[in-house]
């Protein structure tokens, strides 16, 4: 017979999302039991990037990145070059005095501190453990209603579980197992490299990439994460996708980028890139979603660790708050749309604008207008106000272009 252990909530992935699930709970007085098939540290597939929202997340965690993840492991950046579809250069200087707006540190350290934290916060892991079975029930909030069974046979019950792993979701498949599989909006891949860049955050703008873009991200010891994401819309084949790689590689403009002593380490490696974000899909029961797994990735950025933090904040949030299962799902579903529902469904509409290279070329023209319009852009970009503020008045107030202040 299985052994079971209960708690007050069982988080299935121990990432960003998962772990701030177990923070949030854990803050809330709840036990925790945060389950993973993996080790840390270990790898993720990402760009690595923090924008000013998924810094603000971590902070309202209690977690100060640049401390966190150890002595060179954190990267400002301070300025940003995009490039056009026709070539033209446009840099843009990070405002002074607002605190740090992007930074980029690897997976590997910001999971494994993420990790950490959540066992600081009284959380139990079960790492290295995958699950096998995932079984739920009509229950009321307070009873068992969820059964997460380990490969190792041992069960875990709780009245609730937050679902945070990731685009593959085992959970998602096993109490939704008529799902076709989904392969993402979009299809990304990264390689890191030695003596790599200049320091600056460079976003390539290709032609044939387009809404998507190449990328050159600098990290701490004069190394860069490299990578493209480009929209699956049926052009390109797996094949054609595979083969991408090494020949945006040869292109004149990245290797300048990169510079002559760049040297690729490892091996390049891909994933997919899940924006399809339906209110819909933010529950299931007791179960609710969280990060990738709940498809809240930016669709014109490919950004998802802001997302994830705060969607695990909030579902952690929701069910701590309690009330019936009904009231748990409307407090999840309206605190997502509220925060970020209405903003993902402005980048989907700008990701159609920048499809096309007139109009990636005319949004690209206004942000280099003049000395406000790229510092703005700036802040914009890196998500340090909602995509979408100005046309949600509901958010209007004084000082909403204000970077927040948060006391760590």
């Not at 052994?3 to 709970?25: H, K, N, Q, T, Y």
């Not at 997340?57 to 490039?83: K, Q, S």
Request: proline fraction near 5%; hydrophobic fraction near 45%.
């Amino acid at each position: 017979m299985a052994r079971s252990e209960r708690f007050d909530l069982v988080v299935v992935g121990a990432g960003p999302a998962g772990c701030a699930a177990a923070i949030e709970a854990r803050r809330a007085g709840r036990s925790v039991c945060v389950v993973d098939k993996a080790t840390f540290p270990r790898d993720k597939t990402c760009g690595d990037g923090l924008t000013a929202n998924a810094i603000r997340e971590l902070a309202r965690l209690g977690v100060d990145a640049r401390a966190l993840c150890g002595d060179g492991g954190y990267l400002r950046v301070d300025e940003v070059v995009l490039v056009s579809p026709g070539g033209r250069a446009i840099e843009l200087a990070m405002p002074a005095g607002r605190g740090d707006i992007a930074a980029v540190v690897s997976r590997l350290r910001l999971d494994a501190a993420l990790v950490d934290r959540a066992t600081e916060s009284g959380a139990t892991l079960r790492l290295g453990s995958a699950i096998d079975t995932v079984t739920t029930a009509n229950a009321g909030t307070d009873t068992v209603a969820v059964t997460v069974t380990l490969e190792n046979g041992a069960a875990i019950e709780a009245p609730w579980l937050v679902a945070a792993d990731g685009h593959w979701s085992p959970t998602r498949r096993a109490i939704q197992p008529e799902l076709p599989r989904d392969l993402g909006t979009w299809h990304a891949a990264r390689q890191y490299f030695a003596n790599a860049g200049d320091g600056r955050l460079w976003v390539l703008f290709e032609r044939d990439l387009l809404p998507g873009y190449a990328w050159v991200f600098p990290l701490p010891g004069g190394r860069a994460n490299v990578g493209y994401g480009v929209l699956r819309d049926g052009t390109r084949s797996g094949h054609d996708l595979k083969a991408l790689w090494p020949e945006l590689l040869d292109r004149p403009l990245l290797r300048r980028v990169l510079g002559p002593a760049a040297q690729a380490e490892g091996t390049v490696r891909a994933w997919p890139i899940p924006t399809r974000y339906t209110p819909a899909d933010l529950y299931d029961g007791h179960v609710l979603f969280a990060g990738d797994a709940a498809r809240v990735v930016d669709p014109m950025t490919g950004e998802g660790i802001a997302q994830a933090l705060e969607t695990g904040r909030l579902a952690a949030s929701a069910i701590a708050t309690g009330g019936t299962v009904t009231d748990v799902q409307s407090r999840y579903r309206d605190a997502v749309e509220r925060t970020l529902g209405r903003d993902l469904r402005f980048a989907a509409r700008l990701q159609r604008v920048l499809a096309h290279p007139l109009g990636a070329r005319a949004a690209l023209g206004a942000v280099a207008w003049n000395d406000w319009t790229r510092r703005n852009f700036a802040r914009w970009m890196f998500e340090d106000y909602p995509r979408a503020v100005l046309l949600t008045p509901d958010r209007w107030r004084r000082g909403m272009f204000a970077s927040p202040r948060i006391t760590l």
